[in-house]
């Protein structure tokens, strides 16, 4: 009986992975406050699970630059994952030029993934994303592809990225936003949602938890607003790694509940002995 309570009580203790993940849209230089973010970045990464979305200049700039070199490196040395960006102009962008801005980003900084921004919600549009999905995975074999229509998208849409973003905007429309039906049968690793203009830690909280309502597996939320909402860290970044940390995987609740199930039907059955 003591084993048992042991095992219980040392699942209960250990820790878990997350069930959340960080997905940041990285748009600040690494230069003054930019570098300070990006060095605040890789020293969270060993705590919290967390994807970087890299954006030189609307895509991997005409030159590489030896000032991201050096933070891409440090983040990924320090366990984060690194996404380069691309737009798309809703499936309207030649997709030459899209296939050859990806390569350019592999080339120079050696990245993990492709972040499709401005991708399409209509289904007419879903043979452009999946040429670039299957040009991708046959040149680029292992990518991790976040796709950011940034709205809801027909199911169909899961087959062209890992990921899909289907919120992006400010915390005063996050308040009323639905999920589709569809997206509770899949996992919630499927699904990110960014989120700005959120004031405080206060509404920050609250608005992972709506996440975590929403199904979601990754997020990202933020007090910057205007034209460019994603040019710094939020003020209350620590609190919100916390925060995205403390959310344990399904899997090591069930194992808990389970210790204690077996924990519970052992006491059961001495009682009935002694009985």
């Known amino acids: 009986m003591r084993t048992l309570a042991a095992t219980a009580l040392l699942m209960l203790a250990a820790p878990s992975a997350s069930a959340l993940e960080l997905l940041v849209p ?17 020293s969270s990464a060993p705590e919290v699970r967390i994807t970087a979305i890299l954006n030189p ?5 005409d030159a590489p630059d030896p000032l991201y070199s050096d933070v891409v490196d ?6 984060g ?18 296939r050859a801005e990806i390569d350019t980003f592999y080339a120079r900084y050696g990245i993990d993934g492709i972040f499709i921004d401005e991708m399409s919600s209509r289904a007419s549009d879903l043979g452009y994303y999946t040429a670039l999905h299957d040009y991708i995975g046959a040149v680029h074999a292992g990518s991790h592809i ?15 990225a890992d990921v899909l973003v289907t919120f992006e905007s400010p915390a005063a429309e996050y308040a009323g936003y639905v999920a589709d039906d569809w997206t509770a049968i899949h996992d919630a690793a499927r699904f990110a949602h960014l989120v700005y203009d ?38 209350y970044w620590a609190a919100e790694t916390a925060r995205v940390a403390a959310v344990p995987e399904p899997s090591a609740w069930a194992g808990f509940a389970a210790g204690l199930g077996l924990l519970a039907a052992r006491l059961r059955r001495l009682a009935h002995r002694g009985a």
């Open 146 to 160: 976040v796709g950011n229509p940034g709205t809801q998208v027909p199911e169909a849409y899961l087959s062209v």
């Open 81 to 98: 994952r690194v996404i380069g960006y691309v737009y798309t102009g809703y499936g309207k962008r030649d997709i030459g030029v899209v």
């Open 198 to 235: 959120v004031a405080d830690a206060d509404a920050m909280q609250a608005a992972v938890d709506s996440a975590l309502r929403h199904g979601v597996g990754a997020l990202y939320v933020t007090d910057d607003r205007g034209a460019n909402p994603w040019d710094r860290l939020p003020s």
């Open 26 to 42: 990285a748009y600040f230089y690494p230069e003054g406050q930019g570098a300070t973010d990006w060095q605040t970045l890789a």
């Open 74 to 79: 440090a983040f990924r040395a320090a366990g």
């Open 57 to 61: 200049h609307n895509g991997p700039g």
